[in-house]
């Protein structure tokens, strides 16, 4: 039997006593539904997926530093992909909502990584599975962006590691008919791969029409709705004043909703009490799937020279979105909670795209064992270049191998269920502790004999 949890390699898959709090029921045996073994991967190790960084490819100088610059994927195993797909191993292909379907899991999050055709195209020739584009409104003229807008929290042990980013970018600054050109190319070129439009409007309903309208005659395969973006847009009550609302966010997906034809996701805020709450609006009004998270209001820090806050634009800054691998844990929460949104109430016919701090095959795992379909990366594509997607799939199907999971649906949501109050813990903890005790002293009664622990019981009653 496979375990779900390989660390201690306590909890059994099919666990069948666990948490009896009716409101986080015993795991169900999810994986009776797992393959067959006539589906069961070959027991040998094929090595041709799994090849070491560099040994087939350059890296251009740009991306080598940046990946020098973390170490950070230097061991990770390469897949070799053509137009996304793994050409062997574990298949990471999945279908969502609406009948999309992504050669693997990896979308490039909305950001400077799909902010115009170039770099988008970039993104389809190393194999992303699927692009969301920076996010575009009606009127861009009123987004101005100021430099500089980033600032880097490095790790204390490495100083070339990054570990939080913050950025007070606005989002897309062009133009809406250049992006909406970028998008028909871009169409054109890649027919078959996956272009998601981030989209983001004030409370206007017929501005949101026309944004949907415009984006769907250019032929993007969805829309993400960005109810999330902390700084700069809020003061328009846009982004994240909007998912901060649970009724504007219900009528304002409504009207998107009504409008749309192809699946729309929205995209959550971290900034809000319980994430559930706009999660489950945006659900109820149609969405087909839902994203998690945008960044953290954060201030990177104060400079102790000047006594100014960073990132600095004239002496000044603002609050601004906090991202990288620091945040993975919080997006790991939210992400579960909605996870059980989806398993609960819609019996898991909805989409949910995790993101926050993915770097690694492994850090993707771990979303995906939580109820994420896909993972989204955005500044990790900053740090480490496009390329990094092979290295994704290639340690995302390591991890699936050590496992032998031949998909992706072997194993979504498999780490849900071990989640449960601090009241159960306490009350498995205190049962456990009950039972050693009962085990060093012995059978209390005759009748406490079982076939099955009969040598142990017998050796819990021997003197010597
Ligand atoms: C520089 C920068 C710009 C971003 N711009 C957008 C945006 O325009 N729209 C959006 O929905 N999210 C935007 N995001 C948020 C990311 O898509 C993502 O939700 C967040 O950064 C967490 O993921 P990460 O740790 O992989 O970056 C931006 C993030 C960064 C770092």
């Not at 992006?179 to 871009?186: A, N, T």
């Not at 601004?320 to 819609?346: D, H, W």
Request: proline residues 7%; aromatic residues 6%.
């Amino acid at each position: 039997m496979r375990s779900v949890l390989p660390v201690t390699g306590r909890y059994p898959l099919q666990q069948t006593s666990g948490p009896s709090c009716p409101a986080h029921p015993a795991p169900q045996a999810r994986h009776s539904k797992l393959r067959s073994s006539s589906q069961r991967l070959p027991a040998s190790s094929g090595p041709c997926w799994l090849q070491k960084p560099g040994s087939d490819r350059k890296c251009s100088r740009e991306q080598l530093h940046a990946t020098r610059q973390s170490g950070l994927l230097d061991d990770e195993p390469t897949a070799d992909l053509r137009d996304g797909k793994v050409q062997s191993g574990p298949d990471l292909s999945i279908t969502l909502q609406g009948g999309l379907v992504l050669p693997n899991p990896f979308v490039i999050g909305s950001g400077p990584p799909g902010t115009n055709y170039a770099v988008m195209k970039k993104a389809f020739e190393e194999g992303w599975g699927a692009v969301i584009a920076k996010t575009v409104s009606v009127d861009s003229s009123k987004v101005v962006n100021v430099t500089p807008r980033y600032a880097k929290l490095k790790a204390p042990s490495n100083s070339r590691e990054v570990i939080g980013w913050e950025n007070i970018e606005l989002i897309s600054d062009r133009p809406l008919e250049t992006m909406l050109d970028d998008f028909k190319r871009l169409k054109q070129e890649f027919p078959n791969r996956i272009l998601i439009a981030s989209i983001m409007e004030e409370y206007d309903k017929p501005a949101w029409e026309e944004l949907i309208s415009r984006c769907e005659d250019v032929g993007v395969d969805a829309f993400e709705v960005n109810f999330s973006c902390p700084h700069g847009m809020p003061e328009r009550k846009m982004g994240m004043a909007m998912g901060q609302d649970c009724d504007i966010l219900e009528e304002v997906c409504g009207w998107i909703n009504n409008k749309a034809t192809v699946p729309v996701w929205a995209k959550m805020t971290p900034n809000i009490t319980d994430i559930s709450f706009p999660a489950r609006s945006a659900l109820q009004s149609g969405c087909e799937g839902v994203s998690a998270i945008n960044t953290i209001t954060s201030v990177m820090g104060v400079n102790l020279d000047t006594l100014r806050p960073e990132p600095c634009v004239e002496g000044y800054t603002t609050p601004g979105g906090y991202s990288s691998k620091a945040v993975k844990p919080i997006a790991l929460a939210k992400v579960m909670s909605i996870a059980r949104i989806i398993k609960e109430e819609y019996a898991g016919g909805r989409d949910l795209s995790g993101i926050g701090g993915v770097e690694t095959g492994r850090d993707a795992a771990e979303f995906i064992l939580l109820g994420a379909n896909t993972v989204q990366v955005c500044t990790g594509v900053m740090l480490h270049g496009y390329p990094m997607v092979k290295q994704l799939c290639g340690g995302l199907q390591a991890f699936m191998k050590q496992h032998d999971f031949s998909s992706i649906e072997d194993f979504r949501g498999s780490s849900l269920p071990f989640f449960t109050t601090h009241h159960e813990l306490v009350r498995m903890q205190r049962e456990a502790i009950n039972a050693k005790k009962r085990a060093r002293q012995g059978l209390a009664s005759d009748a406490d004999w079982s076939g099955d622990g009969f040598v142990k019981e017998t050796e819990s009653m021997v003197a010597n």
